[in-house]
């Protein structure tokens, strides 16, 4: 009798870590997505951001040399800390 008390003791020990586990990998998956869909948006904004200062030259049928050198100097600073995008 004694044997079978521990064995349901023990039995009862894996149950309980296997219901621990699954909950931490299930919280895993859950937080791995919401910081994954976070990045995704500010990823967004940032694109959103640094394509906004090309924008403005886009309808211009009058642009100037002035105006391109301008841009050029714009993409070249900043792509030393922006990521590309294709």
């Given at each position: 009798m004694e044997?079978?008390?521990q064995?349901?003791?023990i039995v009862g020990a894996v149950f309980l870590a296997l219901i621990v586990l699954s909950i931490g990998v299930f919280l895993h998956g859950k937080l791995n997505q919401t910081s994954e869909s976070y990045v995704t948006r500010l990823d967004t904004v940032e694109l959103q951001k640094y394509n906004s200062k090309f924008l403005i030259y886009?309808?211009?049928n009058n642009?100037?040399?002035q105006d391109i050198v301008t841009a050029r100097g714009i993409a070249k600073r900043k792509r030393c800390w922006y990521k590309e995008y294709f």
């Open positions: 044997n079978a008390t064995a349901l003791v886009e309808d211009r642009l100037t040399a």
